[in-house]
């Protein structure tokens, strides 16, 4: 009797074999070679679990991410004793992130040293936010590889697309100012937009948010800052 083999079931076979041969060492190694970026940020150490709840806040309210943590910025290998690192994320994830996060970890053994490496999915309840040492609560984005503090638009964003219910959207004459100067003037700050279009800062946050959900606006991190700009 004659067995016929597809292509496909050879792709799969030889995917799963690469994929069991590959060491602890060679996947550490493969995901420094990717630097820092978005989803991916390095940790010498913890020492403080308020600093690593930003971090996880702005991976959840964005595309969701992984920390390692044993992993100087320039790459270099340091390991950590990874059940007290565990101990700081978990406090980081469900004290001072509110609300708590589910933080994936686990141990990998590269160049003989310990790293941890902790997974964070993109939250489908957003905003998380990371607590200051006051109590305070701050939502944060990650954007390339820095962890930035969201803009008040941002927070609007998140809550009107948590409304259940429709909405009522008017295209008037503070609509129409606002378009106009995104259209010949932008990308503008918040505070550009409020003057330049003469609204109070609280209705161009509204219609901002609209805006960017409706895909007319943009949101541009440029010189440090979140600006707006006419899509």
């Known amino acids: ?12 076979f030889s995917t799963f074999a690469v994929m069991k041969q590959l060491t602890d060492t ?36 964005t595309d969701g991410g992984r920390l390692l943590i044993g992993v100087k910025d320039n790459g270099k290998i340091a390991g950590v004793q990874s059940a007290e690192e565990q101990y700081m994320i978990e406090a980081a994830a469900q004290l001072y992130c509110s609300p708590a996060v589910d933080v994936d970890m686990r141990t990998y053994i590269a160049d003989g040293k310990s790293i941890l490496v902790a997974q964070v999915e993109e939250s489908r309840r957003k905003p ?3 607590k200051d040492e006051n109590g305070r609560r701050f939502a944060y984005l990650r954007v390339k590889d820095e962890t930035v503090l969201a803009t008040s638009v941002h927070l609007r964003i998140w809550k009107q697309e ?4 429709g909405e009522l959207t008017e295209y008037a004459v503070r609509e129409q100012q606002l378009l106009s100067q995104l259209g010949n ?35 541009v991190f440029k010189e440090h800052a979140f600006r707006f700009r006419l899509k």
């Open 1 to 12: 009797m004659k067995i016929c083999i597809s292509r496909d079931f050879w792709l799969f």
């Open 26 to 61: 060679d996947y550490i190694h493969a995901l420094i070679v990717e630097g820092e970026h978005q989803q991916q940020d390095f940790k010498f150490e913890i020492s403080d679990a308020r600093k690593i709840a930003k971090t996880l806040s702005a991976f959840a309210n």
């Open 128 to 130: 998380i936010y990371a």
């Open 162 to 165: 948590s409304r259940t219910c």
């Open 185 to 219: 003037n932008g990308p503008l700050s918040l505070s550009q937009c409020c003057r330049q279009a003469h609204l109070p800062r609280h209705t161009t946050e509204q219609i901002l948010a609209k805006f960017v959900r409706y895909d007319l606006v943009e949101i």
